[in-house]
C-alpha cells in the first residue's frame, strides 16, 4: 500500500474512534445508566455511528471494488503509455488519409521512445484497417508483445495478436497459443483468469480440426517499407 493511501486510512480510522468517543459520551449524558443504550435514543446514536463508518470506510471500498471491477482484460490504465507530443503529428496524417506517412511517424516515435508500445499497436491497427498488410499488423504485435513488461500492457498485447490471429487471419489454434503464453508469463492475476476463459472457447473452436497449435515466432521491430 502506498504512503499516500497509509495517510488516508490512518485519518480515517482517527476519525471513527473519534466520532464514537463523542457519541459514545452523548449516549451516556442523555442516560442515566450504560444499559439504556439499549432504548431507542441508543439505537439512534448506534445508528448514526454506522452509518459515520459507512461514509468513512463502506463507500470508499465500494467505489474501490467498482473501479477494479470495471478493467476488463484488454483495457489498460493511461499509466501504460508514454504521451508523446509525435502521437498528434502521426494521427494528423491519418486523418488526412497519408496512413504510410503516418507509419513513418509512429516509427519515429519508437526511436525516441523504444519501450513504447503504443505507436506498434497504432501501427497493426493501421496496417490491417487501412493498408492491406496483414503480415506488417502481425510484426508489429509481435513486437508490442516482446516489449510488454506489466499485467496490463501484456494482457492488451496478447489480446490484439489473438484478435488478428483469431478474427482476421482465421487461425485460431495460433491465438490459443499467444493466450496460453499470456497465461503463463502473468500467471495469477486477473488478466491471467479471463485469458484462461478465452483458452477454454479457443480450445473447442481448435479441437474441430481447424489446424494444430503453433507458437508464433517473436520477430523484433523492423524499418518501415512505407516511404513516401
Not at 485519518?11 to 450504560?34: N, P
Not at 445508528?47 to 470508499?60: D, M, N, Q, R, T
Not at 496478447?158 to 508469463?185: F, H, S
Request: proline share 4%; with cysteine; net charge neutral.
Amino acid at each position: 500500500m502506498e504512503s499516500k493511501q497509509w495517510v488516508n486510512l490512518t485519518i480515517r480510522v482517527v476519525v471513527a474512534l473519534g466520532v464514537g468517543f463523542v457519541l459514545w459520551e452523548c449516549a451516556l449524558s442523555g442516560t442515566r445508566d450504560v444499559s439504556a443504550l439499549g432504548s431507542f435514543f441508543g439505537m439512534a446514536i448506534l445508528i448514526l455511528y454506522a452509518l459515520v463508518l459507512f461514509a468513512l470506510f463502506g463507500w470508499p471500498l465500494i467505489l474501490h471494488v467498482g473501479e477494479r471491477l470495471g478493467n476488463g482484460l484488454f483495457m489498460p490504465s493511461d499509466a501504460n503509455f508514454r504521451v508523446a507530443p509525435e502521437y498528434s503529428l502521426a494521427e494528423s496524417k491519418v486523418k488526412k488519409g497519408r496512413y504510410a506517412e503516418a507509419v513513418d511517424e509512429y516509427r519515429n516515435v519508437i526511436a525516441k521512445y523504444p519501450e513504447d508500445i503504443y505507436p506498434h499497436l497504432r501501427i497493426a491497427e493501421l496496417a490491417v484497417n487501412h493498408l492491406s498488410d496483414l503480415k506488417l499488423a502481425e510484426l508489429e504485435l509481435l513486437s508490442a508483445l516482446g516489449k510488454a513488461n506489466g499485467e496490463d500492457s501484456t494482457a492488451l498485447a496478447a489480446g490484439r495478436l489473438a484478435d488478428l490471429y483469431q478474427n482476421t487471419l482465421n487461425t485460431p489454434a495460433r491465438a490459443l497459443e499467444v493466450m496460453k503464453q499470456l497465461r503463463e508469463k502473468i500467471p495469477g492475476t486477473k488478466q491471467a483468469r479471463l485469458a484462461e476463459e478465452r483458452i477454454a472457447v479457443l480450445e473447442d473452436i481448435v479441437l474441430c480440426g481447424l489446424e494444430p497449435a503453433r507458437a508464433p515466432d517473436k520477430i523484433a521491430n523492423r524499418p518501415s517499407r512505407y516511404k513516401m
